[in-house]
């Protein structure tokens, strides 16, 4: 009877882990215009944008420059806006 109930919290387990990996992968981290990992794009066109640029925004926990439509931050994941 225990393995049966180990068995089980497993399962559940890991479907929520699967539930949460398939809805971050659905919202893009909250960056729906940015290019992923799978879209072909290089490190380096990713983080290309300049200092002055009026459409980025300082993280408040790292200081990471990220795009004015991001909700979180592309490098310590903290909550950019409200």
Do not use: I
């Not at 990996?21 to 799978?38: C, T």
């Not at 944008?49 to 408040?60: F, K, Q």
């Amino acid at each position: 009877m225990e393995w049966g109930l180990f068995v089980v919290a497993v399962l559940v387990v890991a479907a929520l882990q699967f539930a949460v990996w398939r809805r971050l992968q659905s919202e893009d981290a909250g960056a729906p215009d940015s290019p992923g990992v799978g879209d072909g794009a290089s490190p380096a066109d990713v983080s290309s944008s300049t200092t002055d640029d009026a459409t980025s925004l300082l993280c408040p926990s790292c200081g990471a420059e990220n795009d004015a439509s991001y909700r979180f931050c592309r490098e310590c994941v903290a909550q950019l806006q409200p």
